[in-house]
């Protein structure tokens, strides 16, 4: 009966054979993934060791093989999002005419930030500008910690967290969403297909791809709530002294699943656009804070230089293998960074999908790629040039702190040289906190609306049921606890990016479909007035 309500609050109908939960999972899309979850767990617990180096030795293949298929792959898909945005197909309404936003601007560009990047860029803000200033990359031929070395370090903090990210999951997002709301087709990843493979997506195809999105997203989220409760229990060492350990590791995760799993029961309305509003508002608190007791004229001056730098170099970036030196980084870090940003690409541009109804192509692009890509500039702006004017002019001891703790611990490090740390690291604490939760509750409700039988099948169905919600929120909860306590988490994060490869053929064949739509809008929107002469 209790089971009947929540599945009827949320408009979603029981289904034939009774109201339990088996009843309501679809098994077609939920059993292929939760079993190779349930065997890569088993395999970490049993043999960690040979599970770590089986997931890095599939991760080394692919990125010394299709590095360049990463780096030609991601830059087309940000190109591809440029031309849907800003094209004449950009005035195309999701979900036709009549079809009115649930959101504000402010709400959706907010939740599409925490959604994407936002525990990323808590985590990385310090750590990696700092990185490129302490070790820059050698086919650059800079001096560790020199001058040179940092006025080239934010350019690559850019160049990862910026367009290349979103414009990878937010092409993943278009495709579904024109699937979804003008083709009228169900609410999956699979749906974006159409165009190219017709009623094929109902069938093994679509399973299959259903089934690895939400494989690389389980895997995914799992290991970062790893790393976010690695951050959170290395600030109490910091801070504190409280050494972390199996118990203090199980405690944080506790608090930050109940905290995920109650915001996802809540819903789209409630849950998440609290909590990425007021994690906004925490973010820009931080950022006014660094700014004015921080190096405020270096800041300014750094982040502006290196935006042009970054600007001016982007095209070499975004296809630059090393050939010659032989060097290894694009593999360790652009590539790498495309593999995983592509794990979660489906799945988060599936929820990115629920946010969008009523609003244009063009709109969908601009909030959820360009306006994410400037903060992340605003923030890495800020939080590595004042990292690295600390380090440099005034010996800040921030890259032996990250030495001694790990680089979890590079926002905290920063913070205690300037005013106020007690309170300056108690709220960056906070932030890795909410930004998971966010996080964490979005691909929550997006994953139990995917492995719900009959759900998105109609733009009517807003919120899958809640058991589902919590069924996941606490299955990934547990899942990023067995991996810390058996040291499976970064092994299992290596083969959730081996997922990128084949994900990325996904998105360039979604982004293929797309077009073919757009060529032929008379017979795929089905929402919208039939163009005139043609689109």
Known sequence: MELDMAMEKNN??????????????????????????????????????????????????????????????????????????????????????????ELSIFNWWAIAICAGIAIGIVFFGVAEPMTHYTSPPPFLGLEPKSLAAGENALRFAFFHWTFHTYGIYVSAGLCIAFAFYNTRKPFKVSSSLYPLIGDRIQGGWGYFIDGLAIF????????????????????????????????????????????????????????????????????????????????????LDSTVSSLG???????????????????GWPGSWSDFYWAWW???????????????????????????????????????????SSAIYLEH???????????????EVSLYAMFQHLPLSGITIILGALAVAI??????????????????????????????PALMKIFWGVLMGLLSWILLVTGGASALQTSVIVCGLPILVLQIAMAVGYIKAMGDLKT??????????GR
């Open 12 to 101: 979603v109908s029981t289904p034939p054979g009774g109201g339990g939960f088996w009843s309501i999972i679809n098994k077609k899309i939920f059993l292929p993934p939760a079993v190779v979850l349930v065997a890569a767990v088993l395999f970490g617990l049993l043999n960690p060791e040979a599970f770590g180096q089986a997931a890095s030795t599939a991760l080394s293949f692919t990125l010394k093989y299709f590095g360049w298929f990463y780096t030609i792959g991601s830059t087309f898909l940000l190109v591809f999002c440029l031309w849907a945005g800003f094209s004449k197909y950009g005035d195309i309404k999701l979900g036709g005419p009549d079809a009115e936003p």
């Open 216 to 299: 690389a997203i389980v895997g995914g989220v799992g290991t970062s709530l790893g790393f976010g409760t690695m951050q959170i229990a290395s600030g109490m060492d910091f801070l504190w002294g409280i050494k972390p350990n199996g118990t203090i590791w199980l405690m944080v995760i506790l608090a930050l699943t109940l905290c995920y799993t109650i915001s996802s029961y809540t819903g789209l309305q409630k849950g998440i656009r609290i909590l990425s509003e007021n994690n906004i508002r925490l973010y820009f608190l931080l950022m006014a804070f660094v700014l004015i007791f921080g190096p405020t004229i270096h800041i």
């Open 309 to 327: 730098d970054y600007f001016s170099n982007i095209v070499k970036m975004s296809f630059f293998q090393d050939p010659m030196n032989k060097s």
């Open 342 to 384: 592509l794990a979660f690409a489906p799945i988060v541009g599936l929820f990115l999908v629920r946010l969008a109804y009523g609003r244009t192509i063009r709109e969908f692009v601009v909030v959820n790629m360009v306006g994410p890509a400037l903060f992340g500039i605003v923030w890495f702006g800020i939080f590595g």
């Open 393 to 407: 002019f005034e010996n800040a001891g921030i890259a032996d702190a990250i030495s001694k703790f790990g680089n």
């Open 435 to 464: 930004s998971f939760i966010t996080l964490a509750d979005s691909m929550t409700s997006t994953i139990a609306s995917m492995t719900t039988k009959g759900f998105g099948e109609a733009k009517e169905d807003r919120e899958p």
């Open 524 to 533: 795929y929107d089905k929402v919208n007035p039939p163009p005139e002469g």
